[in-house]
């Protein structure tokens, strides 16, 4: 987005503030859907939890995509948008049966990623069509934390129990409908998606009702000019030919499916905070923001990345800043960073703000929740409003636990 637009909507709205530019989000449909063009049946269903706002999910299932979520209550956040619950997958972990039945009864396509559930639905609800979600075994991801599909990973049914997903099937009488993996975020190698999907290919066909291969996320995307991403378009050739031959031996036409997140919303995202204090120390520029790990977590969660440019100079010279917040824990953004010359007051706009920021903020320090605003044909909409104070107390009990001061009557009579 243009910088002085960014700059007039941090003074209109005031900071921080999350900025969501939906043109981005459609160019990346658009090209992800053009990647996997040569496949006949192709379904995007969105990763609510990237960013959860309804106007986003609504702007994304009138693109045409899907809903991928992982509790009852994105399940609910996304039937509010209208959409059909059989366009929702619901891929949790570590859930209860009572939860997932909940779930099942809405109409929504169940994705189950332990033997125990499985076998417990199949046996209460034979009739309903799953999804498994299988571990591939495969070490992928950007960092430790986002790296799900590997042996030790609580995700997923192992490869080596699909056996045993089998035995289940016989003795309940269950359907098996799709076939599902997601091995981390911030997978740059394309080879990593290609060997996977040949573990999903085989599992798939040990199974005779199979509607849908769902391979996940965790595309990667560029966090800074010039940065590597995940290559789609080659993606997209290698694994629409082999899918398609997939098809042909299977007999049937299935669904290829993903369920991306930051591919679609992380760089559409624009965070903007205002800086407090410029500090120098005896080896160190701190700029102080008026913001904190709070409401962008993720380089102080797992050490991510986010480009900072100052929006209000940003033809001075670069110099070094530890770019930091106002938490009461050290909540740095980034270390001796280059970054255009920095005074009080400037904003500073952190990039690829649109994925997993918004949704992992918190009241931490009681701090109010940022507004939230959206860009559509470059006109902008408020789609959340600031917390307050109110927001704050909103369910906390007061209650009066203080001894009463007893009166004179009552002391007499002890
Ligand atoms: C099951 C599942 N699907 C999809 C995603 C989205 O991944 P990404 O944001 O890397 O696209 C995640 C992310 O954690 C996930 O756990």
Excluded: W
């Excluded at 063009?37 to 299932?61: E, P, R």
């Excluded at 959340?384 to 009463?404: E, G």
Aim: with cysteine; proline share 3%; net charge neutral.
């Amino acid at each position: 987005m243009e910088r002085t637009q960014l700059l007039e909507l941090a003074n209109k709205y005031g900071s921080p503030l999350y900025v969501y530019d939906t043109d981005k989000i459609a160019s990346q449909y658009k090209r992800l859907t053009g990647a996997f063009n040569s496949v006949k049946s192709l379904k995007l269903n969105y990763a609510v939890k990237a960013l959860s706002n309804v106007n986003i999910l609504k702007f994304l299932t009138n693109l045409g995509a899907g809903l991928d979520t992982v509790s009852i209550q994105e399940v609910h956040l996304s039937l509010t948008t209208g959409i059909d619950p059989k366009n929702i997958i619901y891929t949790p972990n570590g859930v209860s049966l009572q939860e997932i039945e909940e779930v099942a009864k809405l109409g929504v396509q169940i994705n189950i990623d332990n033997l125990s559930i499985l076998e417990l639905f199949g046996q209460k609800h034979p009739e309903i069509p799953v999804c498994v979600r299988i571990n591939p075994h495969i070490m992928a991801g950007g960092n430790s934390k986002i790296s799900v599909g590997h042996i030790d990973s609580k995700f997923g049914i192992s490869i080596h129990q699909v056996p045993h997903i089998k035995r289940v099937v016989e003795n309940t009488g269950m359907n098996i409908n799709g076939i599902h993996m997601h091995t981390g975020s911030d997978i740059l190698d394309i080879d990593t998606f290609l060997r996977a999907s040949e573990i999903l290919f085989d599992v798939a066909k040990q199974f005779k009702n199979i509607d849908f291969i769902d391979f996940g996320s965790g595309f990667k995307v560029p966090y800074k000019e010039g940065d590597i991403s995940t290559d789609i378009e080659q993606l997209g050739v290698q694994l629409s030919e082999r899918f398609n031959e997939f098809c042909t031996e299977y007999g049937k036409e299935i669904t290829l499916m993903f369920e991306p997140g930051k591919f679609l919303v992380s760089e559409a995202g624009s965070f903007l905070a205002k800086v407090n204090v410029v500090k120098q120390t005896t080896s160190t520029v701190f700029a102080h923001v008026d913001s904190g790990f709070n409401h962008l977590v993720r380089p102080m969660m797992y050490d991510s990345y986010h480009h900072i440019t100052n929006i209000s100079n940003p033809t001075g010279k670069d110099r070094y800043y530890s770019v930091v917040g106002y938490i009461c824990e050290t909540d740095t953004f980034a270390s001796n960073r280059r970054i255009s010359e920095i005074s009080e007051e400037d904003v500073l706009c952190f990039h690829n703000a649109g994925a997993y920021c918004f949704s992992m903020a918190s009241n931490y320090n009681s701090r109010y929740i940022p507004a939230e605003v959206m860009v559509v044909n470059g006109k902008e909409y408020l789609i959340r409003k600031r917390q307050t104070m109110q927001d704050i107390l909103h369910n906390q009990v007061v209650v009066d636990f203080a001894p009463k001061n007893k009166t004179k009557k009552e002391k007499v009579t002890a």
